[in-house]
């Protein structure tokens, strides 16, 4: 499974992006899928996640503010980031697994394939 993440860029404080992850040569229908987000001397950090049957996660600092979807027509997972503040400029990594139990989703070693990353800078 190939992913590809897009969709970052550069916004103010206060604005909105919404990060796509594709996958190519198969769906994510039976799939976990999850991002993660690594700042600048930091670890690697659980963001979202959704499970194949829908159901979610979310990292304390992100809910109310993220959400994690899936269209399952365009094998697209979809990160939709609202009041964005500058403690969330980081390189964001889609990634999706399978057989993962929702107790787990937030261990990035729980997923088996992973995008390139897009990065995601918010200024004051």
């Known amino acids: 499974v190939q992913l590809q993440a897009s969709g970052g860029g550069s916004v103010q404080a206060g604005g909105s992006l919404r990060l796509s992850c594709t996958t190519s040569?198969?769906?994510?229908?039976?799939?976990?899928t999850a991002w993660f987000r690594q700042a600048p001397g930091k670890e690697r950090e659980f963001v979202a996640a959704r499970k194949w049957n829908g159901s979610t996660r979310y990292t304390d600092s992100v809910k109310g503010r993220f959400s994690i979807s899936m269209n399952n027509a365009k094998n697209t997972v979809y990160l939709q980031m609202n009041s964005l503040a500058p403690e969330d400029t980081a390189i964001y990594y889609c990634?999706?697994?399978?057989?993962?139990?929702?107790?787990?989703?937030?261990?990035?070693?729980?997923?088996?394939?992973w995008g390139q990353g897009t990065l995601v800078t918010v200024s004051s």
């Open positions: 040569g198969r769906t994510f229908k039976n799939y976990s």
């Open positions: 990634a999706a697994g399978i057989g993962i139990i929702l107790s787990t989703m937030t261990s990035h070693g729980q997923y088996h394939y």
